[in-house]
């Protein structure tokens, strides 16, 4: 079972070895082709918007990089819900908190208090 001590402690640790030239390293965002599928412009717009990524990282990138100026000394849920997009937890009791600009840090969660 997953606490929320556990994902405490674990945010706590990956905001302890952060590493902010990882974190502001911007990926190349592939492009997903676009083709005339419709001919009407609306549908065809729906389509193009359903496949097109937003590229928000610089955006996002800079709001992160703010927020880590105010980087609390203890666990704090609202700093944490500011800069994290996602939690996803594997079944080999790991976690990886994904960034506000898509970046992914993967943290173990100690379950059996190792």
Request: cysteine-free; charged content about 30%.
């Given at each position: ?7 405490e ?48 990282f ?12 105010h ?44």
């Amino acid at each position: 079972m997953v606490t929320e001590d556990l994902f405490e402690t674990a945010f706590m640790r990956v905001l302890g070895k952060l590493n902010l030239d990882e974190i502001v390293a911007k990926t190349k965002l592939e492009s997903a082709p676009i083709k005339q599928k419709f001919s009407d412009p609306l549908e065809q717009a729906e389509y193009v918007y359903s496949v097109t990524k937003v590229d928000d990282f610089d955006y996002m990138t800079d709001k992160l990089l703010t927020a880590l100026l105010h980087k609390p000394a203890g666990f704090d849920g609202n700093f944490m819900r500011r800069i994290i997009k996602s939690i996803k937890v594997a079944k080999d009791n790991t976690a990886t908190f994904e960034f506000i600009n898509h970046k992914t840090i993967r943290e173990e969660l100690n379950i059996n208090g190792s």
